[in-house]
């Protein structure tokens, strides 16, 4: 069974541009969670998708957005790039939504450097 | 304001000295406490989830253990493969819906 997909994994982009990130669950799982990792702050939840509803959210500026889609992928949109979102975006995925399952998958990450 | 705090941040280990990774929290309405370990380069992997008070779950050299304020990891007999950062993290439920909070992890380091 294939694990979780992200693409790309690896993105350079300049201040004020923007950034979409894309994610792939395994197959069968409709909850994709999105979180940023950085040295400093650790792993940060940034919102969760299931049936293409977000149901849950974090504390992220409305620059962060997401989407999901009929097949459970699942985008990522960050508008108006800072050099502080230079991290490592990870998205998780779950045969059920969080509250509901004890387990998540995660991805490799993409690897996003703000310059 | 919800908490999370694991210590030691680094460790270091001779292979087969046992030792014990701890992760505090200050929390309202823990639905659960899960561990995750990640190597470099990649994505967590699911360990373990805890729910209540007293709670214990092994899985090889692991074992995971919570009170009503903290949980421990426990290594036992640790092996080189065992190296990698070791995160715990909290679920609970906020007004803006469900919500995992991570600690910054435990980097752990087996040597020969």
């Known amino acids: 069974k294939a694990g979780v997909t992200q693409t790309p994994r690896y993105l350079i982009k300049t201040r004020g541009q923007q950034v979409t990130l894309s994610c792939s669950p395994i197959?069968?799982?409709?909850?994709v969670s999105w979180y940023q990792q950085t040295p400093g702050q650790g792993l940060q939840f940034l919102f969760e998708?299931?049936?293409?509803?977000?149901?849950n959210k974090g504390n992220f500026p409305g620059r962060f957005s997401g989407r999901q889609f009929s097949n459970s992928r699942s985008e990522m949109n960050v508008s108006t790039l800072e050099l502080g979102d230079s991290a490592l975006y990870l998205c998780a995925s779950s045969l059920a939504p969080l509250g509901r399952t004890d387990t998540q998958y995660f991805g490799p990450g993409t690897r996003l450097t703000v310059l | 304001e919800d908490q999370v705090t694991q210590s030691p941040e680094a460790l270091r280990l001779q292979e087969g000295e046992s030792s014990s990774l701890n992760c505090s929290y200050t929390v309202s309405g823990l639905r659960g406490l899960f561990w995750y370990r990640q190597d470099p380069g990649k994505g967590p992997e699911f360990l373990f989830t805890?729910?209540?008070a007293g709670e214990e779950k092994e899985k090889e050299r692991l074992k995971a253990t919570l009170t009503k304020k903290e949980s421990f990891l426990h290594i036992t007999a640790p092996k080189p493969e065992d190296s990698a950062t070791y995160l715990c993290a909290v679920h609970i439920l906020t007004g803006g819906g469900n919500k995992l909070t991570f600690g910054t992890g435990t980097q752990l380091k087996v040597e020969l």
């Open positions: 805890l729910y209540s």
């Open positions: 998708y299931f049936s293409e509803t977000q149901r």
């Open positions: 197959s069968g799982h409709r909850s």
